[in-house]
């Protein structure tokens, strides 16, 4: 979603606890057994800063910043976007006896306090994102807010002069530069930082668009909504916080939150680019395409959220879960990357891992499931080719049948199903749990 233009205010930043997160294998992304081989990228390095100290307490906050940590190095292992360096934050054009110099500044949410908060020095280092976590009133059933960071122009560092009949194409050749370097040469486009500059009677309109540099994460201290953060015991029974157990019942996973709202910063459901392959509810892009087989009804109404309860493999053993980045959770519930997670990050300009999946037997068309398409393969092969051979033997005959019964997991109507038992009444019970809303952007 597009956020309103941000004021060009100076605001006090707070002392920050910086944790830089390694490319390292998180216990969640541990038992990624199932990723084809890739050649070796540099990962998405994201950086961390806490302005408010503490985040929820100085008990709680070793559990938390760890779950949070932990998010963010799983997603820093998916991603594998190079990002190139922001510097210097000043670009310059000279042309037809015209001269400009062109300044910038970044702009992001303060997390604690919802302020604009601008950062001057409009330099970052390569592959690198950094995004603000921090702790308020939220409101409502929401549990985490976040955004992408700006660019906008500094007015400060702004100079030019010279013969006005080059002033167009001085100021062009210094947008054209800021472009290129804002941009970062990969990952989404966010929005367009937007001016203009004047000499004599000549106006050049400025539009640079820019990538990913910041962002912000706010996350509710408030479970009780009475305008007040709550005590450590009222936190301990609205968040989970450890995310190396099972979700306790009727809690909310900070991990799972987390990783939703840092996709966010990234550019899903809050950038330009996330505009340009939606319609609708509809999604255009290849690579979510080439698993759906079609962009129908994967959107949500408000167009910054995949729809609620789409469902799609987690990377991490290939079981079917709620894709992270529809807009609710299940209380007691946690959630991990799925192979849709990473096709809409691509889809906006990302380079992630590509997971596979081992096939079972009798999936004869490899879409994960063993149903009555499996089934018309086999007849279509039988005692003709190999292509409905679910043993292994180069053949397609009635043992691959049998094969093929034994794992069909689609309509009940085509094979005998056992009566419900203590699975089904778990499940059923399962999805009366309350939903917590919401993983909102702004």
């Known amino acids: 979603m597009k956020s309103p233009r941000p004021s060009s205010d100076f605001a006090e ?4 606890f910086r944790m830089r997160i ?3 294998f998180h216990v969640h992304l541990a038992a990624l057994l199932f990723l084809s081989a890739a050649p070796c990228c540099e990962a998405l390095t994201i950086n961390l800063q806490y302005p408010g100290s503490p985040l929820f307490s100085a008990t709680l906050d070793p559990l938390a910043k760890a779950a949070i940590n932990a998010a963010a190095s799983d997603l820093s292992t998916a991603i594998t976007t190079s990002l190139n360096s922001v510097s210097p934050d000043f670009y310059s054009g000279s042309s037809g006896g015209a001269n400009v110099t062109l300044g910038f500044e970044f702009n992001y949410r303060n997390p604690v306090t919802d302020a604009q908060t601008v950062i001057s020095n409009a330099t970052i280092s390569a592959n690198a994102v ?4 921090g702790a308020r009133s939220l409101g409502g059933n929401t549990l985490g807010v976040s955004s992408p960071g700006f660019v906008q122009l500094d007015n400060s560092q702004f ?3 010279g013969n006005s009949g080059g002033w167009l194409g001085a100021v062009a050749i210094a947008e054209s530069k800021a472009e290129t370097a804002y941009k970062r040469g990969g990952g989404p486009i966010v929005e367009t930082a937007k001016g203009s500059a004047s000499l004599g009677n000549v106006t050049a309109n400025i539009n640079v668009d820019f990538g990913i540099t910041y962002g912000s994460l706010a996350l509710d201290w408030d479970g009780d909504n009475n305008g007040a953060k709550d005590s450590d015991a009222q936190l301990s029974n609205f968040w989970h916080f450890n995310h190396t157990t099972a979700v306790a019942a009727g809690k909310n996973d900070l991990y799972s939150v987390a990783l939703h709202e840092i996709m966010h910063s990234l550019g899903i459901g809050t950038s330009s680019t996330w505009n340009a392959v939606k319609s609708g509810t509809s999604w255009t892009g290849a690579q979510v395409l080439a698993i759906t087989g079609s962009g129908a009804n994967l959107i949500n109404s408000a167009g910054d959220h995949a729809a609620s309860g789409l469902m799609s493999r987690r990377i991490s053993d290939g079981a079917q879960q709620e894709v992270v980045i529809d807009p609710t959770i299940t209380t007691g519930t946690r959630k991990s990357l799925t192979e849709l997670d ?3 990050l691509r889809d906006i300009g ?3 891992i590509i997971p596979s999946f081992p096939s079972t037997p009798g999936d004869f068309d490899g879409d994960g499931d063993v149903d009555g398409t499996d089934l018309q393969t086999w007849r279509n092969s039988f005692a003709a080719t190999a292509n ?4 292994s033997d180069n053949d397609s005959d009635g043992r691959d049948f049998l094969i093929w019964q034994r794992n069909y997991t689609g309509a009940t109507s085509f094979v005998a199903v056992p009566e419900p038992g203590a699975c089904v009444l778990i499940l059923t019970i399962a999805l009366t749990l309350p939903r917590r809303k919401l993983f909102h952007t702004r």
């Open 13 to 16: 930043q707070s002392e920050d």
């Open 130 to 133: 950094n995004i603000f976590v």
């Open 342 to 344: 990473l096709a809409f």
């Open 159 to 161: 100079s030019g002069g």
């Open 388 to 391: 409905g051979d679910a043993d």
């Open 350 to 352: 990302h380079t992630t």
């Open 22 to 24: 390694k490319r390292l």
